[in-house]
C-alpha cells in the first residue's frame, strides 16, 4: 500500500470547516483514498473514500487533486463531537485490511 | 453505514485464562473479518484476516495458537485468546467487509476492552 503523510495535530474552531490534508505521493492507480476516523475509546468509523473524483456524503467531503498525489478531507461545519483521530489510508479496494498509520488529532474547541 | 457489533464490550480476566471476543455483521453478509488491537497512545495494529469457511491468515510475530479465530459464519467471527497474560491486555477491534455495494468497504465494531490481571 502506498504510504500517507498527515499532520500530527490540528485544532479547528466550532462551527468552522475543518480541512485536513493528506499526502500519497507514491499512490498507484488502482488505489484509493479512504478516511476513517476513530473517537477516544471507541472502533474507528468509515467516513468517505474515492478514487479520482471528489466525493460527497452527509458526513464530509473528499477533494483528490488531478494527480491523485494528495486530498484533503473537509468537515464543512465542525463540532465537538468531531474531536477525533483522524485517517487516511491508501489501498487497492478489494479485500485488504487497512493499514493504520498515526492519523491527525483533530481537537475542535468551543 | 452498515452496523459490526463486538461483544464483551470489555472483560477483566485472570492470568492463564482464555477470553473469547466476538464479532458480528449486523446487516450485511461478511465473508471476510479482521481483526486488530491496539495499545495505549499507538495505532491499530491488524492482527489477522477472518475468511469464512477457511484459516485465518496472521500478520507477522502474531502467534496462531495463542489468537485463534473462527469465521464459521458469514455473520460471525470468533477471536480467542488463550492462555492470556498481562502482556495481552489491549483494545481489541474487528471489522467486516462489505461488498454489497460497488465498491468494497470495512466497518469496524466498536471495540473490546481486554484487561488480564
Known amino acids: 500500500d502506498a504510504k500517507t503523510t498527515q499532520p500530527t495535530s490540528m485544532d479547528c474552531a466550532e462551527g468552522r470547516a475543518a480541512n485536513l490534508p493528506c499526502n500519497h505521493s507514491t499512490i498507484s492507480g488502482n488505489e484509493y483514498v479512504y478516511w476513517y476516523r476513530q473517537i477516544h475509546s471507541q472502533g474507528p468509523q468509515y467516513i468517505i473514500h474515492?478514487?479520482?473524483n471528489n466525493e460527497t456524503n452527509e458526513m464530509a467531503s473528499l477533494i483528490i487533486t488531478e494527480d491523485r498525489k494528495s486530498s484533503t478531507l473537509i468537515l464543512p461545519h465542525a463540532t465537538l463531537r468531531d474531536t477525533a483521530v483522524y485517517y487516511c489510508i491508501v489501498r487497492p479496494n478489494s479485500g485488504y485490511a487497512l493499514n493504520f498509520g498515526k492519523g491527525t488529532s483533530l481537537l475542535v474547541t468551543p | 453505514g452498515a452496523v459490526v457489533s463486538q461483544h464483551p464490550s470489555w472483560v477483566i480476566c485472570k492470568s492463564g485464562t482464555s477470553v473469547k471476543i466476538e464479532c458480528r455483521s449486523l446487516?450485511?453478509?461478511?465473508?471476510?473479518m479482521f481483526w486488530y488491537r491496539q495499545f495505549p497512545k499507538q495505532s491499530l495494529m491488524l492482527m489477522a484476516t477472518?475468511?469464512?469457511?477457511?484459516?485465518?491468515?496472521?500478520e507477522q510475530g502474531v502467534e496462531k495458537d495463542k489468537f485463534l479465530i473462527n469465521h464459521a459464519s458469514l455473520t460471525l467471527s470468533t477471536l480467542t485468546v488463550t492462555s492470556a497474560h498481562p502482556e495481552d491486555s489491549s483494545f481489541y477491534i474487528c471489522?467486516?467487509?462489505?461488498?454489497?455495494?460497488?465498491?468494497?468497504?470495512?466497518?469496524f465494531g466498536p471495540g473490546t476492552r481486554l484487561l488480564v490481571l
Open positions: 474515492g478514487l479520482k
Open positions: 471489522s467486516a467487509r462489505d461488498v454489497s455495494g460497488n465498491e468494497e468497504t470495512q466497518y
Open positions: 477472518s475468511n469464512e469457511g477457511s484459516k485465518a491468515t496472521y
Open positions: 446487516d450485511f453478509q461478511a465473508t471476510t
